[in-house]
């Protein structure tokens, strides 16, 4: 279990899952980033990792959906990635340390950093940790993959860190915020779950345990006030934050 405790911030906020998107604006988008901070929400985004090591705000592996390009993100640059227009708009994908130098601290931010089995994702967590090294704003790091919180117990202990969990959405992770040894492991300051895994007894417990317990993608408002209940914070889109 978690062995100390996380900023008050990451409890008093409603973080915008993605940024404040819409059909006008992309997701993960530097729009989206500027329409959640009018709106007094947190933000989520999400990390892949450029050709050149960068690390880009950018949910997907593939390029296709969010671009219309055609690859993998890993296999580009991060100058040829941010030549790239988001669907629909003339926002571009975009390194973090751009991001964080327009965010510049004006709300707290979840930095969900993407992996996959047998991915290397120690080498983002190590470029991610560089790029955060200047930034003094409000944020924490979080993933899927246990062995994220896990490196950053190891090599950045002071950053505020998370494990990502679901049994509903098949990832290749699933279940794993439930195995005790790999959060005796990782020590995360806080589980943010699947909406619909709220009800397991697990996340009763660890929340009972004093632990903040954060749950995504809530998009209703009914879904919102569920799962307002049942855990601490929430990351949330359309309805729900609208």
């Not at 980033?33 to 990792?49: H, M, T």
């Not at 931010?109 to 089995?117: T, V």
């Not at 993933?143 to 290749?172: H, I, M, Y």
Request: glycine share 6%.
């Amino acid at each position: 279990m978690a062995g100390r405790s996380p900023p008050a911030w990451l409890t008093q906020t409603t973080f915008a899952h993605r940024g404040l998107h819409s059909d006008k604006v992309p997701e993960n988008s530097l729009a989206a980033a500027e329409a959640a901070i009018e709106s007094g929400l947190g933000i989520e985004c999400d990390i892949q990792r450029s050709a050149d090591d960068w690390p880009m705000v950018f949910h997907d592996w593939d390029l296709a959906r969010l671009t219309g390009a055609v690859g993998s993100v890993e296999d580009h640059t991060a100058d040829e990635l941010e030549a790239l227009a988001l669907i629909g708009s003339k926002q571009t994908p975009i390194r973090l340390q751009r991001f964080l130098e327009t965010l510049a601290g004006r709300a707290p931010l979840l930095i969900e950093i993407k992996s996959r089995p047998a991915y290397d994702v120690e080498w983002t967590c190590q470029y991610v940790s560089r790029t955060l090294e200047q930034y003094s704003g409000r944020y924490a790091v979080m993933s899927f993959d246990p062995r994220v919180p896990e490196w950053f117990k190891a090599n950045v202990p002071q950053t505020c860190r998370g494990l990502v969990g679901t049994d509903s959405l098949p990832n290749g992770f699933e279940h794993m915020w439930r195995d005790l040894n790999l959060i005796e492991q990782a020590e995360p300051d806080f589980l943010a779950i699947d909406r619909r895994d709220l009800s397991r007894p697990e996340a009763a417990e660890w929340r009972a345990a004093g632990n903040p317990l954060l749950t995504w993608t809530v998009r209703t408002r009914e879904e919102a006030k569920v799962a307002g209940l049942l855990a601490d914070a929430l990351i949330a889109e359309g309805e729900a934050v609208g």
